[in-house]
C-alpha cells in the first residue's frame, strides 16, 4: 500500500505549512495513498441532502473520493451508507441517481441486498436438483459492501468509513457548527443540480475555496458590484485543527474604489454594467449584514451563502489531472414565490458560467498546466504569515495553510 514514508523516500516536502510542493499535485501514487488515507480515513464526506432520501426506502449514489457509494432511508428514519460494489464480482448495485426500493439487487448474478446492504439472498446458492451451488459452509452474514457510519447536521448528510472517527459535530467543530447551522437551519429543498467537469488535481480546487486572497483580483465581478472586497469588513473563521474554514464579507458596497486603484490592480470596470441588475437584490434573511459566507468542509465540500443563492458544492476527484464538481442548489421549503424567484435568479452568479465563479473553472488548469515541468519547485502560501489561525481579514492565504496542515497530518507525511 502507499503510505506517507513511500512518498517521501520519493519526494521532499518542505517544513511547515507555507510551502506546497507541486509533486503533490502529478503523482499518481500520491492519489491513491489519499484514497486509503483521506478519503476512506478518519473524515466525515458530505454525501446528499436529507431531503434526497425523506421517505423510508429512498437512496442516492454518489462518492467518496473513487468510492461509489448508496445512501439510504431505512426503517424509523434511519439513515444508512455502503459502497455501492456488490460481494460477489464487484458489479454496480446501484445504477441510479436516486429512487426509491425495498432492497438491491445486483444485476450481474441478482445477490440481493437490504437497506443496509447486508447480504440477504443469492441466487441459486443451493443449486439446481442437487447441483452446482454455493459451499455448505457459505455465511451470507460474512459477505457485504463496506459500510459507513452515517449523520446529518442542517440538513447535510455525511458519512464516514472509519468507525474510530470522532463524531460528526466533534469532526466539523463548535465554531464551524455554528457557521453551517447560521444558514441551514430549516428544512430544504432542492432547485438545481449540474456536475462540472474541471481540468485539474481536486486539491486545487479544495485550495481555491479556501484562497480568500484570490476572490476580489480574479473575479471581476466581485469588484465592479462591490459583492466582496477587501475594503470590506469581514474575516475567516478556522477550525482548530485547520481543516475547515468559514469566511464572510460583511455589508454592502463601499464608496471608495481607491484601496486596489493606489496599487495598480485591476479592480472594476467602469464600462462593465448590467443591463438588468434586480438579481443583485438581495434579503437579509439570516438577520445579520452577512452577504458572503463560504463554508469549506475538508476534504471537500463547500457551503455557499452568495446573497440569497445557496448550494452545496463536492468535489470528486478523476485522476491526477481531474476532478468533478457536484453543485447542488438549495432553498427552504417555505420560501415565498418571491424568494424562491431571488435565488434562481442569483444562481446566475456562480457555476460554470457564473458571472462570478466561471474563472474558478480554468484557473486550476492554468496552475495544472503550469507547473507541468515544475515537480519538485513549489508554491508560496504566505499571505497572513505562516500560521492556519483565524483573521479578522480575508486578505490572508491561512485557510490554505489549514487545508494542507490537515492533509499532511492525515497522510503521515
Known sequence: MDDGATILNTHHWPAG?????????????????????????????????????????????????DMPVVVVRGEAGALHGFENRCAHRGALIAFNDDGNTKDFTCAYHAWRYDLQGNLCSVAFQRGVGGKGGMPAEFDLRQHGPRKLRVDSIGGLVFGTLDPAAPTLEAFLSPPIVAKIKRVFNRKLEVIGRFTQHLPNNWKMYAENIRDTYHASLLHLFFTTFKITRFDQAGGVTISPDGAHHASATIGKGIETQSVYKDQGIR?????????????????????????????????????????????????????????????????????????????????????????????????????????????DEIAIVEMGGYESESQNTRATEASVRGFWKNYRRLMEI
Not at 507555507?18 to 458530505?46: C, T
Not at 436529507?50 to 426506502?57: L, S
Not at 434562481?344 to 458560467?353: E, R, S, T, V, Y
Open 17 to 65: 505549512i507555507s510551502r506546497v510542493p507541486f509533486w503533490v499535485y502529478q503523482d499518481p501514487a500520491v492519489l491513491r495513498a489519499e484514497q486509503k488515507r483521506i478519503f476512506e480515513g478518519p473524515v466525515w464526506h458530505f454525501l446528499c441532502l436529507d431531503v434526497d432520501i425523506e421517505n423510508h426506502g429512498d437512496y442516492r449514489t454518489t462518492f467518496i473520493g
Open 267 to 375: 479592480s472594476d470596470n467602469e464600462e462593465f454594467l448590467l443591463r438588468d441588475d434586480s438579481f443583485l437584490a438581495s434579503n437579509p434573511e439570516f438577520g445579520d449584514d452577512i452577504q458572503l459566507q463560504n463554508v469549506a468542509l475538508f476534504p471537500g465540500t463547500m457551503l455557499q451563502q452568495l446573497y440569497n443563492s445557496l448550494a452545496v458544492r463536492q468535489t470528486v476527484p478523476r485522476g491526477v489531472d481531474g476532478m468533478d464538481l457536484h453543485w447542488t442548489f438549495v432553498g427552504f421549503a417555505d420560501d415565498t414565490p418571491e424568494m424562491r424567484k431571488m435565488r434562481l435568479k442569483q444562481a446566475n452568479l456562480a457555476g460554470p458560467a457564473g458571472y462570478v465563479s466561471m474563472e474558478d473553472g480554468c484557473i486550476g488548469n492554468f496552475v495544472q498546466r503550469g507547473v507541468a515541468a515544475a515537480s
